[in-house]
C-alpha cells in the first residue's frame, strides 16, 4: 500500500465487501543505518524509549532461573544497516522476563513490523516482537504485580517458523505453527486492537501477502493500558 487511500476488497461464500481506507506513514521507523552499540552507550543518541540487556535492568524482574548475558548488540557495526545481537541465559515467557528487549512506549493500538535474519543463531533461541504491559510506577516492572506480554516469535527451528507465546498474569500459553524450517529470515507483523487483542502475521519475503499466525487477548489491557512493543530474543 502506498500513502494516501486504498480501497480493500474481500470475497468470502459468495459474499462480496470493500472498505476505502487512510494509508499513513508509519510514527516510528529504525532501519539501523546509523552506527550504534548499545551495550557501550546505551540509549543515548539512538530514538528508542527502553532498553533491557543485562541482569536488573527490568526491576523487580524474574530471570527464571538463568542469568541473561547480551555480548553484543549493535547497529550498522556487526551487520550492515541492521541490529545485531548476540545474548544467552535469556528467557521471555511466564513468569520470567529477562529477555533482550528494545522497545518504545505505545498507550494505545498498534501495528509493529521486524524483519528477522536467524541465518546463525543457537538451538531453541527466538527472536521477533514482544508487547510487554509494565508497572509505570517502578520504571517498567510487572504491570500488576505479574507479567503480561505478547511475544511473536520467529523462531526457525524442529517445523515450527513461528511462534506466539501469550503471558497473561504470568501463564504462559503457545500457538506454534508447523511448517518448513530452517528458512533463516521472515518478516513479522504483530498487531494490537482495541487494546486487549493480539495478532501475529508472517511472510518471507517484502512482497508476498501477509499470512495470519496466530492470535490472543489480555482483557486486563483495556482502557489504553500503554504497553512497550518492540525487539526482543529470548
Known amino acids: ?46 530514538t528508542w524509549d527502553g532498553l533491557y540487556s543485562a541482569p536488573g535492568d527490568l526491576p523487580a524482574g524474574n530471570n527464571g532461573g538463568d542469568s541473561m548475558n547480551t555480548v553484543i548488540a549493535d547497529a550498522n557495526v556487526s551487520t550492515s544497516a541492521a541490529l545485531t545481537v548476540s545474548a544467552s541465559g535469556t528467557t521471555f515467557e511466564g513468569a520470567p522476563d529477562d529477555g533482550f528487549f528494545l522497545f518504545k512506549v505505545v498507550p494505545g493500538d498498534f501495528q509493529a513490523i521486524v524483519h528477522v535474519d536467524l541465518s546463525s543463531h543457537g ?69 494490537r486492537l482495541n487494546g486487549t487483542n493480539f495478532t501475529g502475521y508472517y511472510k518471507l519475503n517484502p512482497t508476498d501477502p501477509w499470512t495470519f499466525g496466530a492470535s490472543s487477548v489480555d482483557a486486563s489491557l483495556s482502557n489504553g493500558v500503554p504497553v512497550q512493543i518492540g525487539l526482543a530474543q529470548s
Open 123 to 191: 538451538a531453541y533461541q527466538f527472536a521477533g516482537l514482544v508487547a510487554r504491559a509494565f508497572n509505570s510506577t517502578n520504571g517498567g516492572g510487572p504491570y500488576r504485580g505479574s507479567e503480561h506480554n505478547m511475544a511473536w516469535w520467529f523462531f526457525d527451528q524442529f517445523s515450527t517458523p513461528v511462534s506466539l507465546r501469550a503471558t497473561v498474569n504470568g501463564a504462559a500459553t503457545e500457538q506454534n505453527l508447523s511448517g518448513t524450517t530452517p528458512v533463516n529470515t521472515m518478516w513479522l507483523l504483530l498487531t
Open 1 to 46: 500500500l502506498k500513502v494516501g487511500s486504498a480501497n480493500i476488497s474481500a470475497s468470502y461464500a459468495g459474499f462480496n465487501g470493500s472498505q476505502l481506507v487512510t494509508v499513513s506513514l508509519p510514527r516510528f521507523t529504525d532501519d539501523f543505518s546509523v552506527t550504534h552499540d548499545y551495550l557501550l552507550n546505551g540509549l543515548p543518541g539512538s
